[in-house]
């Protein structure tokens, strides 16, 4: 566990929280990329409402489909009855001199019915079942589009996680260098041979990477917390740059290979596609609204004292048929929803354009990312070695005369940077090429793989 140094009350609270996540962090057990990937699809609740929307998307094809497929219904009915009735009985002299004779039936009456309708002619369910089949394979692009963005956050999450570690620990070897400084200038003042401006100098840039430090450690703090709400747990230790890093060894290849691949695979241009063929068969399903519908009927009907006219009268029907319907006016619904519908395509191939111009753009980007990262990491790993030289032979220098205190400090800072530049680099050239190939179709956990060839435990 590295030492945290802080002052004043606020910095004590900073130490603590800092203090409770490494430990924490320490104990969870080391987090490959992999495994934090494989955890992300688990865990990422963002990830999880993709999954179960898909799943929900899944069941348009059924739903189309329905519409074609025969329904069948059945329903019973049963009621007690109390009837008052007036029944005329004609004139039998000399018995019965005539009239209304009331009274007063009680009955039980039941009704059992099962139909059968079989769309014949339906051409709003035949597009209604184009277009679920349709929007399942659009619910599926978009998923795998989300599965690539899962795959960029998890991996940028963990890069960051690293970096904001790295720059802590660069931070801390700063000030330990400065403090370092601090103690020879000391010595040097004391037995004369330095300057209470040394001394002033080493302590405010001493001072300035104590607050760099503190900053560097809430990030390192705010970084894992960030991976651990992706991967749902505390992300423990993390696997680091391999000591043999080299880039290049990824080929990218030209430019117009990934462009090509992008238009064909790209999985957001695959969902923008299929919402303007939507946007089609929504058309032809409104337009359904001006032909006539065909189905054909059958019925089984059994009924027992139904209605007070035959309430001692059992029936049995059975009967099949064809049901005709012909729309003729419905107030210009119908013109109205074909018109929307046609704005609708419109607007869907305009939003496919849109992400297609888009989509080269950050195409492009990441292809430029990873091409400039080759040449700024080279020249960065270049500019590290040339600054641990530097500062070297700086202090060789003061002992000789030649240079004064403020050259050290100078060289120390311009190594410190050159060595956090050079962390990014790496981590913006890997994260390039997986960016790269989420732009141009669908990745997963060999895509994750090959970055991760490039982390050691």
Same mark, same amino acid.
């Given at each position: 566990?590295?030492?945290?140094?802080n002052?004043?009350?606020?910095?004590?609270?900073?130490?603590?929280?800092a203090?409770?996540?490494?430990l924490?962090?320490?104990? @969870?057990?080391? =987090?490959?990329?992999?495994g934090?990937?494989?955890a992300a699809?688990?865990?990422?609740?963002?990830?999880?409402?993709?999954?179960?929307?898909?799943e929900a998307?899944?069941?348009?094809?059924?739903?189309?489909?329905?519409?074609?497929?025969?329904?069948?219904s059945?329903?019973?009915?049963?009621?007690?009855?109390?009837?008052?009735?007036?029944?005329?009985?004609?004139?039998?002299?000399?018995?019965?001199?005539?009239?209304?004779?009331?009274?007063q039936?009680?009955?039980?009456?039941?009704?059992?019915?099962?139909?059968?309708?079989?769309?014949?002619?339906?051409?709003?369910?035949?597009?209604?079942?184009?277009?679920?089949k =349709?929007?399942a394979?659009q619910?599926q692009?978009?998923?795998?589009?989300?599965?690539?963005? =899962?795959?960029i956050? +998890? +991996?940028?999450a963990?890069?960051?996680?690293?970096?904001?570690?790295?720059?802590?620990?660069?931070?801390?070897?700063?000030?330990?260098?400065?403090?370092?400084?601090?103690?020879?200038?000391?010595?040097?003042?004391?037995?004369?041979?330095?300057t209470?401006?040394?001394?002033?100098?080493t302590r405010?840039?001493?001072?300035?990477?104590?607050?760099?430090? +503190?900053e560097?450690?809430?990030?390192?703090?705010a970084?894992r917390?960030?991976?651990?709400?992706i991967?749902?747990?505390?992300?423990?230790?993390?696997?680091?740059?391999?000591?043999?890093f080299?880039?290049?060894?990824?080929?990218?290849?030209?430019?117009?290979k990934?462009?090509?691949?992008?238009?064909?695979?790209?999985?957001?241009? @695959?969902t923008?596609?299929?919402?303007?063929?939507?946007?089609?068969?929504? &058309?032809?399903?409104?337009?359904?609204?001006?032909?006539?519908?065909?189905?054909?009927?059958?019925?089984?009907?059994?009924?027992?004292?139904?209605?007070l006219?035959?309430y001692?009268q059992?029936?049995v029907?059975?009967?099949?048929g064809?049901?005709?319907n &012909?729309?003729?006016y419905?107030?210009?619904?119908?013109?109205?929803?074909?018109?929307?519908?046609?704005?609708?395509y419109?607007?869907?191939?305009?939003?496919?354009?849109?992400?297609?111009?888009?989509?080269?753009v950050?195409?492009?980007?990441a292809?430029?990312?990873v091409?400039?990262?080759?040449?700024?990491?080279?020249?960065? +790993?270049? @500019?590290?070695?040339?600054?641990?030289?530097?500062?070297?032979?700086?202090?060789?220098?003061?002992?000789?005369?030649?240079?004064?205190?403020?050259?050290?400090l100078?060289?120390?800072?311009?190594?410190?940077?050159?060595?956090?530049?050079?962390?990014?680099?790496?981590?913006?050239?890997?994260?390039?090429v997986?960016r790269?190939?989420?732009?141009?179709?669908?990745?997963?956990?060999?895509?994750?793989?090959?970055?991760?060839?490039?982390?050691?435990?």
């Amino acid at each position: 566990m590295r030492a945290i140094i802080n002052r004043g009350g606020a910095g004590l609270r900073r130490t603590a929280c800092a203090l409770a996540v490494l430990l924490a962090s320490g104990s @969870a057990g080391a =987090v490959t990329l992999q495994g934090a990937y494989q955890a992300a699809l688990k865990n990422d609740p963002t990830f999880r409402m993709n999954f179960y929307e898909n799943e929900a998307g899944k069941e348009n094809a059924v739903l189309g489909r329905s519409n074609l497929l025969p329904s069948v219904s059945a329903s019973f009915s049963t009621s007690r009855n109390i009837a008052d009735q007036e029944v005329y009985y004609p004139p039998n002299p000399p018995l019965f001199a005539g009239g209304w004779i009331p009274s007063q039936p009680r009955y039980m009456s039941r009704s059992s019915v099962v139909q059968l309708r079989q769309p014949i002619l339906n051409l709003d369910g035949v597009a209604r079942y184009r277009q679920g089949k =349709v929007m399942a394979k659009q619910s599926q692009a978009q998923f795998e589009a989300n599965t690539n963005e =899962v795959a960029i956050r +998890v +991996v940028g999450a963990y890069f960051d996680a690293l970096f904001a570690d790295d720059q802590a620990a660069l931070a801390r070897v700063n000030r330990d260098m400065y403090a370092e400084q601090q103690k020879v200038n000391q010595r040097l003042f004391e037995k004369g041979e330095g300057t209470k401006t040394d001394m002033l100098e080493t302590r405010a840039r001493m001072d300035l990477a104590e607050a760099q430090l +503190v900053e560097a450690q809430d990030n390192a703090v705010a970084a894992r917390d960030s991976l651990a709400g992706i991967i749902g747990g505390e992300p423990g230790s993390l696997d680091q740059l391999r000591d043999d890093f080299r880039v290049g060894d990824l080929d990218v290849g030209p430019f117009e290979k990934w462009q090509k691949l992008a238009l064909a695979n790209n999985r957001e241009l @695959a969902t923008a596609r299929l919402a303007i063929e939507n946007a089609r068969l929504e &058309i032809s399903k409104d337009r359904a609204g001006h032909y006539p519908r065909v189905d054909m009927i059958a019925t089984y009907s059994k009924g027992q004292a139904e209605s007070l006219n035959t309430y001692n009268q059992n029936s049995v029907n059975r009967a099949i048929g064809l049901q005709v319907n &012909i729309p003729i006016y419905s107030g210009g619904a119908v013109n109205a929803t074909v018109r929307q519908a046609a704005a609708g395509y419109e607007r869907a191939q305009a939003d496919l354009d849109a992400r297609t111009a888009k989509a080269m753009v950050d195409l492009r980007k990441a292809y430029d990312v990873v091409q400039s990262s080759v040449h700024k990491i080279e020249a960065l +790993v270049k @500019a590290v070695e040339s600054g641990t030289e530097l500062m070297k032979a700086t202090e060789q220098s003061i002992k000789g005369g030649v240079r004064i205190n403020l050259d050290l400090l100078n060289a120390q800072q311009q190594l410190y940077t050159s060595r956090r530049d050079l962390a990014q680099a790496r981590y913006s050239y890997l994260l390039g090429v997986l960016r790269l190939h989420a732009l141009s179709g669908q990745i997963g956990n060999d895509d994750v793989r090959l970055i991760a060839a490039y982390l050691k435990s």
